[in-house]
């Protein structure tokens, strides 16, 4: 079982028709995820996922049929503001944002607004909730993971893929994968994320994929030493980065000192978080 | 992308923010005739982002038109921190009574815009956005509904600051703000904010770092501003929809996803490499993007070696692969290229690559060991 989402949680695709929408709405369909509906301006009325799902115009033409509890997007940059509001004022409360390329400004609104609605985001620039051999909000292969009890939380979604698919190698499977995506400003923090791991009741150690940038893994360090009552692991990259690029992601950036990998080694260790910056010692971290 | 002073300086006047008399020029000749309109004496300063360009020599006081030419030259011809300096800002020179430093940045951790100000010594401004500072005053701006005069207000008691130019404060910290959001700023700063000795507020020297994902929206007023840090590859780059920053070392990368690009570099770095590069193809990969990855990393002089590693899931190895051969068709390349692919379909992409002339590696630390042996010579 997996946190935040179930095999019941039904489940609206907003940007259905597009290239990386229709794409994904299929492998989410196949692994079983209840797909009710999907949005595309101008196109409802239509049918997709071999004529089983119906298309609507607008999130409250689909909300009036479905009443699903989640919305997946796959809107691209430019429209995804609105497509974010369009989903805080539609009535589901869980709101997933594959689209990399959100402005700041608007994904901080969005926070605030959807935070006013009760309505959790999950991303922007996500891999979304994965809970292998059950149920997939977002774009994990199907098969590089195997069920098991680690909960994984990650800024980067392909990062998490490979090393799930490590961990796969030596048996250690995973609860739930949650990309919490790479930019500056995220809808769920990894403090928030560690928060909804221990109250999981299938979920006994979590792995943080963290990397360069902000100082968000040393708040989840604090937490995790002060608050959570399950162990927590850390696999961090980016300790070759240089200063002041930005590495791939909107938020992987050491300015002033901030942000570095050594800095964010220390502060987990403190905090009796398991740390390691080497990809082929994952295993060791999870075990004992 | 970070905006030079000059630029800032540009917006602040646009914003009504009040900066010094000043005009930028790459011309050393152009000093003297500057200086003689703004008034004498003036500051020569180098436009380059680095931290600590007074230090390194780039910022100079003038007192004559001719020496204002002469330090325009010498400064034109440096390289600070290994950065050409190819203009120069020419202000008028300002003695100051009191200096505050503001800064309106993203807090990460509650997702909103902040504004802080200090009121004493000099702050690297980055260290001070990441809101490390918790003695740096500060107020929260709810982006739903933007600044608010209280805010400032509340900020300017807590510090002293004095009631005469309250008014100046609010109209400055206002600009700023509109300035962030029209613009979709990461960060907007003024160091220093000074009060000067013949009673001015004025903003002597300005940060700005916009949000490369809002570019979209402002691509028009954008034009001016070439990103000084960008070089020729990674222009081309971006056009190929590619993450391309370049690195000082030998060992060329293709990777995909941002995150398995840098543990990639990380693993070279551990192992005694140097990457010549970062690149993550993205998730749009195609047979046009790969031909274009190999392309640049092929033409790089410093590459020694060039390593692949792609996960296979969202993007295809196959499709990488199709581009692999397309670019070894393409280019003929002399310098050894290692394979790794992991994930759904790294069967079938091995199997399209059997017959190119290329190193298919099952692991991906023996990959990458194999390639750091090579850059060395050690083969």
């Known amino acids: ?51 089983k799902v119906p298309v609507f115009d607008t999130m409250q033409g689909a909300m009036e049929v479905t009443e699903a509890d989640a919305s997946i997007l796959f809107v691209p940059a430019r429209q995804s503001t609105d497509a974010l509001f369009e989903a805080a004022d539609s009535g589901v409360n869980l709101v997933v944002c594959i689209t990399e390329g959100v402005p700041l400004l608007d994904i901080s609104k969005v926070c605030k607004y959807m935070e006013s609605k009760n309505v959790r985001l999950i991303g922007p620039n996500c891999s979304g909730i994965f809970n292998p051999g059950g149920v997939n909000l977002g774009v994990a292969p199907a098969d590089c993971a195997i069920p098991g009890n680690i909960g994984v939380i990650s800024r980067s979604g392909t990062l998490s893929f490979y090393v799930m698919n490590e961990m796969k190698k030596i048996g250690l499977g995973v609860s739930t994968c949650l990309g919490i995506g790479g930019d500056l400003i995220q809808g769920t923090s990894f403090t928030e994320a560690l928060e909804l791991f221990d109250m999981d009741p299938y979920t006994e150690r979590v792995l943080m994929i963290g990397e360069i940038g902000g100082l968000e893994e040393e708040r989840a360090a ?67 | 992308m970070k905006l030079l002073e000059y630029q800032s300086k540009k917006l602040f006047r646009q914003y009504g923010i009040p900066v010094p008399t000043g005009q930028v020029t790459s011309i050393a000749r152009d000093a003297k005739h500057i200086s003689e309109e703004i008034g004498l004496p003036v500051v020569v300063k180098a436009q380059v982002l680095v931290e600590g360009r007074g230090a390194a020599g780039g910022i100079r006081l003038v007192r004559t038109p001719e020496e204002a030419e002469v330090q325009a030259a010498e400064i034109l011809s440096l390289r600070i921190h290994g950065l050409p300096v190819r203009k120069v800002q020419i202000d008028e020179a300002i003695s100051i009574e009191k200096e505050y430093f503001i800064v309106i940045t993203f807090d990460r951790s509650k997702k909103q815009p902040l504004l802080m100000m200090y009121d004493s010594g000099t ?81 002597l020297d300005g940060k700005i770092t916009l949000d490369s994902n809002a570019d979209f929206r402002h691509t028009s007023q954008l034009d001016f501003l070439d990103d000084p840090l960008l070089n020729a590859a990674e222009i081309e780059a971006h056009k190929h929809g590619l993450e391309y920053i370049k690195l000082p070392g030998n060992i060329s990368c293709m990777v995909n996803g941002a995150g398995l690009t840098m543990a990639t570099l990380d693993m070279i770095a551990d192992e005694g490499g140097s990457p010549a590069n970062f ?77 190119s002339r290329v190193m298919l590696m099952s692991s991906l630390s023996e990959a990458i060991k194999r390639a750091v042996e090579i850059a060395s010579g050690n083969v």
């Open chain 2, 123 to 203: 702050i690297y401004i980055e260290t001070a956005a990441n809101a490390l500072f918790d003695h740096l005053e500060r107020v929260y701006i709810d982006p739903l509904i933007g600044l608010q005069r209280y805010q400032i207000r509340q900020l300017a008691y807590r510090l002293d600051f004095p009631n005469k130019f309250l008014r100046s404060l609010g109209e400055i910290c206002f600009g700023m703000w509109r300035l962030f959001s029209d613009l979709d700023a990461r960060m907007v700063a003024i160091n220093p904010l000074a009060i000067t000795n013949d009673q001015r507020l004025l903003a």
């Open chain 2, 279 to 355: 690149l993550d193809l993205g998730s749009g990969v195609n047979n046009e993007s790969v031909n274009a990855a190999m392309k640049i990393l092929l033409t790089d002089p410093d590459t020694k070696v060039v390593i692949i590693n792609i996960f296979g899931g969202i993007i295809r190895c196959g499709d990488v692969a199709a581009g692999v051969q397309r670019a070894m068709q393409n280019y003929n390349p002399q310098i050894p290229i290692l394979i790794h692919f992991d994930g759904s379909d790294a069967e079938t992409g091995y199997a399209m690559l059997r017959e």
């Open chain 1, 222 to 288: 604090k937490y995790a030493a002060y608050k959570m009552s399950k162990p927590v692991s850390a696999f961090l990259v980016g300790s070759s980065a240089p200063t002041g690029r930005k590495m791939g992601h909107s938020g992987a950036f050491i300015e002033g000192g901030i942000g570095t990998v050594q800095a964010k080694v220390e502060a987990l260790e403190v905090s009796g978080v398991r740390v390691t910056t080497h990809i082929d010692c994952i295993g060791e971290i999870l075990k004992g």
């Open chain 1, 1 to 51: 079982m997996s946190i935040l989402i179930n095999n019941t949680t039904r489940v609206i695709v907003q940007g259905i028709t597009g290239r990386e929408g229709s794409f994904h709405a299929e492998r989410m369909f196949e692994m079983g995820t209840q797909i009710v509906a999907g949005v595309s301006p101008g196109k409802g009325g239509s049918w997709v996922l071999g004529e």
